[in-house]
Each structure stands twice: as C-alpha cells, then as structure tokens.
C-alpha cells in the first residue's frame, strides 16, 4: 500500500437511503479507511449515517429544503453571517443556493484546519468556497457524476410554460458557477466514460484531465436472495427524485399498457411530489392499485425489494453512472433500462434488455419479454452479478480513488495556488 494520506470528503447534502450522494460518501469513507487513509466527512443536511470510526464534522446550513417544510421561512435568531442571509435570499429569488453556500462554510472551517489534511475531496457542490481552500495552499480535487445542467436542459425541454423555464434558468443558475470552479481544481473524477465526455462538453474540461472510477456495492450486503421467493410478475424501479430526468412517467405508461393484458404490480423506491409528474401520471392513467411508493427505505429493505421482484426497470433518460443498475445487478436482478447516458456501458450486453431512451412502446415490450421468460430472467441475473463482482464493488473504487489522490499530489507543483489547472 501506498502512503496513508489524510483526507477531508466534502458533501453539501447526504441524504442516507435515496440518491447516491450519502451513499457515496458513507461507502467511500469506509473502505478508504480500511486501506490505510484517515478521513472526516464534512457534510450539510442531511447528514449522512457512516459506519464506526469515520469522523463526521456537521456543516449546519440553514436548512430550507428539509421535510416536512421545504421552502420554509427561518426565524430570525436561525441566522448568524452573511452567508445565511446569502442562503435565504437566492431561495427567495427561486434561486438553489446550497452548493455554493455548503462550500463557503466549508472553507471557513477548514481554513483554520488546513495543516490537518493532505487532500480536500469534494463530492459535486463545486462551489467557489473551493478556490478559497486551493489559495490556502491544500489541494482540493472533486468527483462530478454528471454533469447538473444536462438536468437542466431536460427539465427545461420537459417545461409547459414559459414562465416554468424562467424559474428553472434561475433554480440552475449554480451550473455556471460549478462548470468555472470544476475548471480550476487540482483534479477531477468521474463515474463513467459517458459522463467524462458530458463534462467535457457542458463543464469545459478537458476529457484527458478527468480521471474515470466507476462507483460499486458492498457484494456481501446486495446479493441474491432465495430464487423461490422472486415474485413472478412485479417490476421494481429506484428513483432518486420525481424529476424528468428519470423518466419514470414512461415507465408508469408502460405499465399501463401492460395492465390492459396481465396482473402487474409496480414498486417505486421513491417518494411521488404532491402534483409533480408521477402523481398526475398516476392520476391520468388509473394506476393507483397498480403501483405503490415506498418513500426512503432503508438498505436492507432496498436488499430486499430487489431480491424478490421479477424485473428492475431503470426507464431513464439520462444517467451519468446508475447506482440502482449496480445493486440490481448484484442482486441477480434481470433488468430493463435504456440507452441513455453511462447505462450500456455500465449494464454491458448481457446483463439487461436494451430500450432506447423515451420510448414507451419498446419498453413495454421489453418487460413483457423478461416477464414472459424465467431462463431469460436467470441468464440477465448470473449475468449482472459477474458483471459487478469483476467490476462494481467499493472497494476497487477506494483503491483507485488512493492512487489517484497520490498521482494528484505527485503531478501539483510545490506551492500551487488558485489559477487555472495546470498552471
């Protein structure tokens, strides 16, 4: 093993069970630790649940999207710099202010602290906190999923009125600021190869500057279950958010028109918004006894739900890498997903059914088939599994995460400052 570094991870918001970005952090942290590394997590609401020994230092915002009461009006003894002021504000301009205002609180605490830590990691708030902590002199790095304003164009072509747009150029207004920071760091990874040519077109850095590690699983934790207890006709979908960019709608459409023919049950890991655009599907098609949101779900339930569902169906239209491909995958769960984004490259061609993205009739068409045929069922499930134990676990991504630290800190010249990367 190479040299033990110390290692700050940064994180705006880590939310435990949904989305990837407390995932990450709470995987990462764990294995890097177990190679050797000292690491404290630094994290906005929600904070993350990490596992014993990682050090998680609280990065308290003022919280304004937090449930039961997004959008919500602090008191007025809530607010303590002009950074909280600077929070409220841009929310009240229909502006989303956290990555920026997460990265300028982290600045100040780690300015005080910079002697302790070799490497700064932020986890995609690239916010121009991070230029402060690289003129202090501590080399600051950051993982990109994907590309934030390739949600935005979808959700902009999704917009019925004009007047929607407008507030979505304005809630998005932070991918400027994330593209020049992301511009100016001493190094950046990704998840995909997919997602390395999406940076390099939406964010203007160079794609042999980016540096490619897949995100996994713990193989011990999602793996198959009992193969009886596989129901025979309920099909699973993991959505992180009730946005386009999922393209849930077109799954609830295909299951629709599957119910014209067969009794077929839909699990959402998810939660629908009050009014967004799972709810008025639902509406619209008359599926309220067909399909069911779980809202969070803890790991194991997740482990759960995917071992016995009959098809995990990932209907995306876009997907920097897919996480939920990944732990279906390991659960020798036959999948379903499209053509778009990191999907083909994560899934391969023999561990799921290929659709192209958008396209309800096919992907109907596609669930039927696996639906249909349980020794297709069992050849895409044996399938993903080698797929992700050759490729997908935590920690082949912690490893390649170290050396990569080391060749970052080997290639930054003694004494570099802020100024663009390279110079």
């Known amino acids: 093993m190479g040299r033990s570094l110390r290692v700050a991870l940064l994180s705006y918001r880590s939310k435990p069970h949904g989305g990837g970005q407390g995932v990450y952090v709470r995987a990462l942290s764990r294995e890097l630790r177990e190679l050797g590394h000292r690491v404290e997590v630094l994290s906005g609401q929600p904070y993350p649940e990490l596992d014993d020994g990682t050090p998680l230092t609280r990065v308290p915002s003022l919280d304004l999207y937090r449930e039961p009461d997004p959008f919500r009006t602090?008191?007025?003894?809530?607010?303590?710099?002009?950074?909280?002021?600077?929070?409220?504000?841009?929310?009240?301009?229909?502006?989303?202010?956290?990555?920026?205002?997460?990265?300028?609180r982290a600045a100040r605490l780690l300015g005080r602290r910079a002697a302790e830590f070799d490497v700064v990691h932020d986890n995609q708030s690239l916010g121009y906190g991070l230029l402060q902590l690289r003129r202090r002199g501590l080399p600051t790095i950051a993982t990109v999923h994907h590309p934030v304003a390739i949600d935005r164009d979808l959700e902009l072509a999704a917009a019925p009125t004009l007047r929607r747009r407008v507030t979505l150029r304005r809630w998005y207004a932070f991918t400027g600021m994330q593209a020049r920071v992301a511009q100016r760091l001493d190094g950046i990874t990704t998840v995909s190869e997919s997602s390395r040519r999406d940076i390099e077109r939406?964010?203007?850095?160079?794609?042999?500057?980016?540096?490619?590690?897949?995100?996994?699983?713990?193989?011990?934790?999602?793996?198959?279950?009992?193969?009886?207890a596989r129901e025979s006709a309920r099909i699973v979908v993991t959505t992180s958010a009730d946005v386009p960019l999922k393209g849930l709608v077109h799954l609830l459409?295909?299951?629709?028109?599957?119910?014209?023919?067969?009794?077929?049950?839909?699990?959402?890991?998810?939660?629908?918004?009050?009014?967004?655009?799972?709810?008025?599907?639902?509406?619209?098609?008359?599926?309220?006894?067909?399909?069911?949101?779980?809202?969070?779900?803890?790991?194991?339930?997740?482990?759960?739900?995917?071992?016995?569902?009959?098809?995990?169906?990932?209907?995306?239209?876009?997907?920097?890498?897919?996480?939920?491909?990944?732990?279906?995958?390991?659960?020798?769960?036959?999948?379903?997903?499209?053509?778009?984004?990191?999907?083909?490259?994560?899934?391969?061609?023999?561990?799921?059914?290929?659709?192209?993205?958008?396209?309800?009739?096919?992907?109907?068409?596609?669930?039927?088939?696996?639906?249909?045929?349980?020794?297709?069922?069992?050849?895409?499930?044996?399938?993903?599994?080698?797929?992700?134990?050759?490729?997908?676990?935590?920690?082949?991504?912690?490893?390649?995460?170290?050396?990569?630290?080391?060749?970052?800190?080997?290639?930054?010249?003694?004494?570099?400052?802020?100024?663009?990367?390279?110079?």
Do not use: N
């Open 202 to 228: 939406h964010m203007g850095v160079p794609a042999q500057g980016v540096q490619v590690i897949p995100v996994g699983i713990d193989p011990d934790v999602f793996r198959p279950g009992d193969p009886a």
């Open 253 to 423: 459409e295909a299951v629709a028109k599957l119910r014209t023919e067969r009794d077929v049950q839909l699990t959402v890991i998810g939660t629908a918004r009050p009014g967004g655009p799972a709810a008025t599907a639902m509406d619209r098609l008359g599926l309220g006894d067909a399909v069911r949101f779980t809202g969070p779900v803890t790991q194991e339930e997740l482990v759960r739900l995917l071992q016995t569902a009959t098809v995990a169906a990932i209907p995306s239209l876009y997907e920097g890498f897919s996480l939920p491909a990944v732990e279906a995958m390991a659960c020798a769960t036959p999948l379903v997903t499209t053509d778009a984004g990191a999907l083909p490259e994560v899934v391969g061609s023999h561990a799921g059914v290929q659709v192209p993205a958008g396209d309800v009739g096919r992907l109907g068409e596609a669930l039927r088939l696996v639906l249909d045929h349980p020794s297709l069922q069992e050849q895409l499930g044996r399938a993903g599994r080698t797929r992700v134990l050759g490729s997908y676990t935590w920690r082949r991504t912690a490893e390649r995460t170290a050396d990569w630290y080391a060749d970052v800190l080997d290639r930054r010249p003694a004494g570099a400052t802020g100024g663009p990367r390279g110079c």
């Open 74 to 104: 602090p008191r007025l003894r809530e607010f303590s710099s002009l950074v909280d002021v600077a929070e409220f504000a841009t929310m009240c301009t229909a502006g989303f202010p956290e990555p920026l205002t997460f990265s300028l």
